[in-house]
Structure formats: C-alpha cells, structure tokens
C-alpha cells in the first residue's frame, strides 16, 4: 500500500477545493456531482472521503475558500478609498466576468442555491461576505468602516444581482446595458449622503 506525505494530501486537497469552486460556480451545487468534481481534480471518487466527509463539507469548504480568494485577491488589492470602491465595481460588473463564470465570484453564481444550503454552508459564506464587505467598507470610510458597512453590502447585492440578470439575458445589447446601468447604480449609492 503506497503512503503518501502530509504536503501530498495537503496539496491533494487543495486541488479538490480549487477545482470544486471552478465547477460549482459553473454548473451550480445541484449541477455537481461528487464523480465531476472528483474527476475535474483526477481524482477517483474513491479519494473523495479520504478529503471530505460529504458533499455539504466541500460544498462549505470550497465557498469559503471562494470568497477568500475574491477578498485577497479582488478586494485587498484595489485602491484605497474611493477609487478603490470604483475598480471593484467596474470590475464586477464587466463583461469579462460576466461571461467568466468559472473564475469569477461565487455571490453571482451561487446565491440562489447557497439560501437553500445547510446552516453550516450558509455560516460559511456569510463569514465570508463578510470580510468582502469590511475590506468595501474600509475602501468607504477609512476613519470607521462599521458605518459603511450596511452600504457595502447593499453594494454587493446590487452587484450580485444585476451580473447575475445580465447573464441571464439572451440579448447581448440589453445584457451589455444593464452592466453599464448596474456601474451607475453602484456609485451612485456610493455617493449618496455625501456632502455636495
């Protein structure tokens, strides 16, 4: 019987969440098998409990690690203040993600099904929302992000779902409008109660 390291499963399993978000936000969570997920990673199923207890495990694992990624890797890396909170959006409500389902963010792609998920899944991902926000809200108001926090959120969901209407929609002028109508919305809620 072949022993594999520590790092061999560690980095077994980490391939596993990898390409699990990649799926999941793809096909969705009803959409993903535990054989599709185990065969994007090639990997047998028989791998599969040797990594995770249960579906629900890599489910709630690999959302986390989702919203981890976006919070490193979207929201720590834009620019302070304002402008920050703007190349966020613009970003967000792109083209480029939204015809990326793949690799784009698990809000957009996953809400509907992560409501319908077990409380663990859903504690999850609020855990991870949460760090989204606070990292927009600091980019909001420096000097006491908990008083933006509330409108970070609200920012979000707007984000979430207008890439997610525009996804939806057949027409590709329509689709290509709300993006750009979805950016206005977003800073205009920005703005609002600023000081003219």
């Given at each position: 019987?072949?022993?594999?390291?520590?790092?061999?499963?560690?980095?077994?399993?980490?391939?596993?969440?990898?390409?699990?978000?990649?799926?999941?936000?793809?096909?969705?969570?009803?959409?993903s098998?535990?054989?599709?997920?185990?065969?994007?990673?090639?990997?047998?199923?028989?791998?599969?409990?040797?990594?995770?207890?249960?579906?629900?495990?890599?489910?709630?694992?690999?959302?986390?690690?989702?919203?981890?990624?976006?919070?490193?890797?979207?929201?720590?890396?834009?620019?302070?203040?304002?402008?920050?909170?703007?190349?966020?959006?613009?970003?967000?409500?792109?083209?480029?993600?939204?015809?990326?389902?793949?690799?784009?963010?698990p809000?957009?792609?996953?809400?509907?099904?992560?409501?319908?998920?077990?409380?663990?899944?859903?504690?999850a991902?609020?855990?991870?929302?949460?760090?989204?926000?606070?990292?927009?809200?600091?980019?909001?108001?420096?000097?006491?992000?908990?008083?933006?926090?509330?409108?970070?959120?609200?920012?979000?969901?707007?984000?979430?779902?207008?890439?997610?209407?525009?996804?939806?929609?057949?027409?590709?002028?329509?689709?290509?409008?709300?993006?750009?109508?979805?950016?206005?919305?977003?800073?205009?809620?920005?703005?609002a109660?600023?000081?003219?």
């Amino acid at each position: 019987m072949v022993r594999y390291t520590k790092e061999h499963k560690s980095e077994t399993r980490r391939r596993i969440i990898e390409t699990a978000g990649r799926r999941l936000k793809q096909d969705g969570i009803d959409g993903s098998g535990v054989s599709t997920l185990m065969k994007d990673a090639g990997l047998t199923n028989g791998a599969f409990y040797a990594h995770f207890e249960s579906k629900d495990d890599l489910v709630t694992t690999a959302i986390a690690d989702q919203l981890k990624t976006q919070a490193e890797n979207v929201v720590a890396q834009a620019a302070p203040g304002r402008a920050g909170v703007e190349q966020i959006v613009r970003g967000y409500l792109s083209p480029l993600h939204r015809d990326n389902l793949g690799d784009g963010c698990p809000n957009a792609a996953l809400l509907d099904e992560i409501g319908r998920c077990s409380d663990t899944t859903r504690q999850a991902y609020t855990d991870g929302v949460l760090v989204l926000i606070d990292g927009i809200a600091a980019r909001m108001a420096p000097e006491d992000p908990s008083s933006a926090r509330v409108k970070a959120l609200s920012i979000l969901g707007l984000m979430a779902g207008t890439l997610q209407l525009s996804r939806a929609l057949t027409d590709t002028r329509l689709a290509r409008e709300l993006l750009d109508q979805g950016i206005d919305n977003a800073l205009a809620l920005l703005d609002a109660g600023r000081g003219a």
